[in-house]
């Protein structure tokens, strides 16, 4: 076992560097893009030097100013920060920080689906093979700019407790279980949302087989096992996710209503979609982010090797996976959704999730259901190395495996993986750095700022260099804005994050009207002390009667200029 982690973590390690080049090359500097990756480097600083400062200092960040708790707009990113912390001490480089955690993910979730699918099979090749693929799959390599649904290596493990938990009982695997629940919700709410449907099934999946070998009584152990460690659990568990709690009671209407999901639910085209970037990108749909599922047809092949070749002692284990598969595919569909085939069309239908959403309040903070879709590939990958298993007799086992591999690679390969390069902390605009001399007390509001759909669609800002700005890049000005303040620390009316609150949505349209003397009164009301101007991101036209109109107001005070940033200072706010 231990030769075959060793190969697994070699193969995955130089797997990751190869097929993610040369963004993982460059990761002292570059982000796959400027948009979830630059916030998500505040993110992990932010938890960094703040979480020994008390629950409030930890929670109240400085972005989003005055508001309370913003830390729970967004992934709180727990787990990811046990890695990022001490490299963001030792280095003062949060994209360096994030970039590991990125690009460790995947010889991690390589090695967890390995033991799942070792303690399955029992074959070292097949499980090899299965954690490469579950690895190096499109639903992953498609998030390596979100750093909460990247880190999904925590679900082999889980489903593997389980299991373990259910056949065997004990309290360890219970209490590993609980830890790799635990670390899943940590990384993402959306994968402690995601395993109760999972958990449930498999659950079910096990009464059944349970009720027809007459063994159901030895639940009442499994359950008496479980209470010390579930009462730990549970504190735990409602201690981590407070923050959300709070937020929800702070901010009733947060809620992710069914037609947020119009456009992040998957269809069938996404399980035939890869990257632009993808080898096969000539050949079938490309598409990006939320939308890449494509499983390939070598772990189709040998998913289906494995339901019909392999042992009728399987046969149970292989139907839970089928039905696992089945439902997050079904689930991943969303509320509702449209089948066609040729000239047949089903019309509209209403799917299951529908009724989660509807009774269970848990899924309406859900907004992608699509990501239900690492399941299915997870599934696959399960079926695909018992497929690999039942080739283990045959007189060629190995070649035939070899090819299966190589065609996997073929499917998966990528052409230079883009990256944008972003300045560090002795090299971030000369206005970021005099901001740290000010007071502690200082709360700033950069200019221009829109409301996010004022602006051109998020796709058309994914690379663009911060000298390149325009007010149009209405999500990239608030990520670089709240990147650069992880360095100078002030508080701020800016930010970015999953949740945008009502009161920053109307500040912000104010705002897109400064310097009217209503939009500086509410800056001064805000408390804002210090307004930025970004001359160079506004069109010239507007900028020069901007200019006029802020020189001439009475309760703002020119103080100093670096290059085509103007500094203000608001007279009169409120402390």
């Given at each position: 076992m231990k030769k075959s982690i060793i190969i697994l973590l070699v193969l995955s390690i130089?797997?990751?560097?190869?097929?993610?080049?040369?963004?993982?090359?460059?990761?002292?500097?570059?982000?796959?893009?400027?948009?979830?990756?630059?916030?998500?480097?505040?993110n992990i600083s932010h938890n960094a030097y703040n979480m020994f400062g008390g629950i409030d200092q930890l929670l109240n960040t400085n972005i989003f100013f005055p508001l309370t708790n913003t830390l729970a707009f967004s992934d709180t990113?727990?787990?990811?920060?046990?890695?990022?912390?001490?490299?963001?001490?030792?280095?003062?480089?949060?994209?360096?920080?994030?970039?590991?955690?990125?690009?460790?993910?995947f010889p991690l979730s390589a090695l967890f689906m390995f033991l799942l699918s070792l303690y399955l099979t029992k074959n070292n090749i097949a499980s090899i093979l299965s954690g490469l693929f579950f690895a190096f799959s499109y639903p992953r390599l498609s998030q390596i700019g979100h750093l909460p649904m990247i880190w999904n290596q925590w679900l082999p493990l889980y489903i593997l407790y389980l299991l373990k938990f259910l056949k065997e009982g004990k309290k360890i695997n219970f209490i590993f279980l609980c830890i790799w629940y635990l670390?899943?919700?940590?990384?993402?709410?959306?994968?402690?949302?995601?395993?109760?449907?999972?958990?449930?099934?498999?659950?079910?999946?096990?009464?059944?087989?349970?009720?027809?070998?007459?063994?159901?009584?030895?639940?009442?152990?499994?359950?008496?096992?479980?209470?010390?460690?579930?009462?730990?659990?549970?504190?735990?568990?409602?201690?981590?996710?407070?923050?959300?709690?709070?937020?929800?009671?702070?901010?009733p209407e947060l809620k992710r209503s069914i037609d947020d999901m119009t456009h992040l639910r998957a269809t069938p085209k996404d399980y035939m979609s890869v990257l632009p970037t993808s080898?096969?990108?000539?050949?079938?749909?490309?598409?990006?982010?939320?939308?890449?599922?494509?499983?390939?047809?070598?772990?189709?092949?040998?998913?289906?090797?494995?339901?019909?070749?392999?042992?009728?002692?399987?046969?149970?284990?292989?139907?839970?996976?089928?039905?696992?598969?089945?439902?997050?595919?079904?689930?991943?569909?969303?509320?509702?959704?449209?089948?066609?085939?040729?000239?047949?069309?089903?019309?509209?239908?209403?799917?299951?999730?529908?009724?989660?959403?509807?009774?269970?309040?848990l899924f309406q903070t859900v907004r992608v259901p699509a990501r239900l879709g690492i399941f299915v590939i997870l599934s696959l990958c399960i079926l695909a190395a018992y497929g690999i298993d039942s080739l283990k007799n045959h007189k060629g086992y190995r070649y035939i495996i070899g090819a299966f591999f190589c065609i996997f690679i073929i499917e998966i390969w990528q052409f230079q993986t883009a990256f944008v390069s972003i300045p560090l902390k002795h090299s971030v605009p000369e206005v970021y750095s005099w901001i740290t001399q000010l007071p502690k007390n200082t709360v700033i509001a950069e200019l221009p700022v829109s409301l996010f759909y004022h602006g051109i669609k998020m796709e058309d800002q994914l690379y663009t260099p911060y000298n390149a700005l325009q007010k149009s890049h209405t999500y990239a000005l608030e990520t670089y804005r709240v990147y650069y303040s992880s360095f100078h620390k002030k508080r701020m009316i800016n930010g970015y994050g999953g949740y945008l609150p009502d009161s920053y949505n109307k500040l912000t349209a104010n705002l897109e009207n400064f310097p009217s003397e209503d939009t500086v009164q509410n800056l001064s009301n805000t408390g804002v002390t210090h307004v930025i101007v970004h001359s160079l991101q506004y069109p010239p036209h507007e900028w020069s009667i901007l200019k006029n109109k802020a020189e001439s107001h009475p309760n703002l005070r020119f103080i100093i200029q670096f290059g085509s940033d103007y500094v203000y200072e608001v007279i009169g706010h409120k402390e």
């Open positions: 130089l797997g990751t560097i190869i097929v993610l080049f040369p963004y993982s090359v460059n990761s002292t500097h570059g982000v796959v893009n400027v948009i979830d990756p630059l916030f998500y480097a505040w990113l727990w787990a990811q920060s046990i890695v990022t912390t001490p490299i963001i001490w030792l280095t003062d480089n949060p994209i360096f920080a994030e970039n590991i955690a990125v690009l460790i993910s670390l899943a919700i940590s990384s993402s709410i959306y994968f402690g949302v995601f395993l109760i449907p999972i958990t449930g099934t498999v659950l079910i999946w096990d009464f059944i087989t349970r009720m027809q070998n007459h063994t159901l009584a030895v639940y009442k152990n499994r359950f008496l096992e479980t209470i010390p460690t579930l009462f730990i659990f549970l504190i735990l568990l409602v201690a981590l996710n407070f923050p959300y709690v709070r937020l929800k009671a702070e901010h080898l096969l990108a000539p050949l079938l749909p490309n598409s990006i982010n939320e939308h890449v599922f494509y499983p390939t047809c070598s772990v189709i092949f040998l998913a289906l090797l494995g339901f019909i070749l392999s042992k009728k002692q399987n046969k149970n284990v292989l139907f839970l996976w089928i039905i696992l598969g089945t439902v997050s595919l079904v689930l991943s569909f969303g509320d509702q959704q449209a089948f066609s085939l040729g000239s047949f069309s089903t019309g509209t239908l209403r799917l299951p999730y529908y009724y989660l959403y509807t009774y269970i309040p």
